[in-house]
């Protein structure tokens, strides 16, 4: 057989690239709305979209950005974001999604190592992105609304009326930027008929109507925001309203005022329409269906989240390197602390971490799964792509969990290293490169805690070195100007020695609080 498993199993998929496939659903909506900037109410029909899309990418192609070319794009929701995202698709080009509270560092990092030409902004950030961009192969900053000679609105030119051609199992459409199982940020590869899979895999379990509103505060440049809320409200003609970031005030009108019925979420935000006493403020009668994913949900929270809103709340798995979902928990079969039923088109197997034998449901184990979203590797890194997917085309996600003998997947813990806070990864060993440097720091290690809010939190484990002192807050301070404030350290504390392995590899397990 020709091919990888990936390209195999994805012969039922549709024959389009991502635009193509989300034209399908802004072209039926015609004249219809299909984006409302949240803050300012400032309305996009499904023609204007196109419009806008084939326009912009007409200048990305004039001015050199076009085919085979690697744009970043810096910035929260808005209508914009879908539209520079589909524009540079559209024309044939990568997009690599940065965090716009990413720190000047590691906005460089992920320019460096993506080798992007063009960065695209707001003015918010602009400062950022510009110091980020010292260095890097980016030979022009373009910021949207700026009003001045950097706005983006120069680039817009004559439109482009066909998808530029592109391999649709080879070109990485788009490259955001996931740690993976362990270590620094890697860069995802992702192609067009990954994301055109995982949005057909997305239908069943999450049926949408044409014309159905959301909220969209999950951020865009995260793959369960990009995925699950952009590109499938637009592929299925629904109606995106969005934020640039959560407010629950906010969130809660205009789930009120646009008769939301289904709410894409993370952990935080379930303890909050669970506890919070300005829920009780809004009618929020329309929803029927909250799904939480990026964190684990637990099952008490769920129930009171569900009691309090009368609606089902469910949970869905998945990750950056499988475009991004391979589980959801049906809104008519709901199981408690379970994260749902492999999508359709994907396979999902229990192994011992150790011997790789499979297990048999209800046995505990590391969760594999394979299908046509899995990704194309990761750039420019053949070692940890080899060590991410192996025999036959299983992505190994280090997560630990048990299958039951419906099917339902039950998620226990991790064998990898990261931490999420509120859904966002955190590399234990970026946070130790950086503390370690520090001259009060003989050794750290950094672990990840439990924590009603966030989910979890990181936590520095710190030998000082000898004479010398330092502090939660000297160690924040050392951070700040080096990572995005979810990156944080929340808490110190001091320790004779770091546990190690013989072969000096950190000892986490012994570190690390129960959940």
């Known amino acids: 057989m020709a091919g990888t498993y990936a390209q195999q199993a994805a012969r039922g998929v549709p024959d389009l690239t991502v635009t193509e496939h989300v034209f399908l659903g802004t072209d039926a909506a015609g004249d219809r709305v299909v984006m409302i900037d949240g ?3 400032a309305a996009t029909t ?29 910035a929260p929701n808005s209508p914009d974001y879908a539209v520079v995202f589909h524009a540079v698709a559209w024309a044939g ?14 906005v460089r990092h992920q320019l460096q190592h993506s080798g992007a030409r063009l960065l695209i902004a707001v003015p918010a950030v602009a400062e950022t992105a510009r110091a980020g961009a010292e260095g890097t192969a980016v030979e022009r900053i373009a910021v949207i609304g700026s009003g001045g000679d950097d706005d983006l609105s120069a680039l817009i030119g004559d439109p482009v009326r066909e998808q530029v051609p592109v391999d649709l199992d080879r070109h990485v459409t788009v490259l955001p930027y996931s740690s993976g199982t362990t270590g620094l940020p890697k860069g995802v590869m992702l192609t067009h008929r990954n994301l055109v899979a995982n949005l057909v895999q997305a239908e069943v379990p999450l049926p949408i109507e044409p014309g159905e509103a959301t909220l969209a505060f999950l951020p865009f440049f995260h793959i369960y925001g990009m995925q699950v809320l952009m590109n499938l409200y637009l592929a299925r003609s629904g109606l995106l309203v969005t934020l640039p970031r ?21 952990p935080p935000v379930v303890l909050a329409l669970a506890k919070h006493p300005l829920v009780d ?61 492999a999508v359709p088109m994907t396979e999902h197997r229990i192994v011992d971490p150790e011997t790789g034998r499979v297990c048999a449901p209800g046995e505990e184990g590391e969760v594999v799964v394979r299908g046509p979203q899995v990704m194309a590797g990761y750039l420019n890194n053949p070692e940890a792509t080899q060590a991410m997917i192996r025999d036959g085309g299983w992505l190994h996600t280090g997560d630990l969990g048990m299958i039951d003998e419906d099917g339902y997947l039950f998620i226990r813990d991790r064998v990898k290293e990261l931490i999420k806070v509120k859904g966002f990864q955190v590399a234990p060993a970026e946070l130790e490169a950086l503390i370690v440097a520090h001259p009060a720091v003989a050794d750290v290690a950094v672990v990840g805690e439990p924590d009603d809010e966030a989910g979890e939190v990181p936590v520095a484990h710190v030998v000082r070195a000898k004479d010398a002192e330092i502090d939660l807050e000297g160690l924040q301070a050392w951070l700040a100007d080096k990572v995005a404030h979810y990156k ?8 004779d020695t770091i546990p190690k392995s013989a072969s000096g590899k950190i000892l986490r397990r012994m570190l690390r609080k129960p959940a």
């Open 246 to 266: 959560f407010d629950l005030e906010t969130a809660l009108r205009l789930i009120e005022a646009h008769r939301t019925r289904r709410l894409y979420v993370a």
């Open 488 to 495: 944080q350290v929340r808490r110190i504390e001091f320790r």
């Open 281 to 341: 403020q809004f009618d929020l009668s329309a929803l029927t269906f909250i799904m939480s994913a990026a964190a684990p949900l637990g099952v008490d929270l769920a129930d009171a989240c569900a009691t309090r809103l009368g609606c089902a709340v469910t949970q869905g798995y998945g990750m950056t390197e499988l475009s991004p979902i391979t589980h959801v928990c049906p809104e008519t079969h709901l199981r408690p602390g379970s994260v749902g039923l």
């Open 39 to 41: 803050p300012t109410g």
């Open 46 to 74: 499904g023609r204007a979209f196109r419009d806008r899309v084939e326009r912009l990418a007409g200048g990305l192609t004039a001015a050199g950005f076009g085919a085979g070319q690697v744009v970043a794009l810096m």
């Open 93 to 106: 080009g990568t997009i690599t999604t940065i965090n716009p509270t990413y720190t000047a560092n590691e």
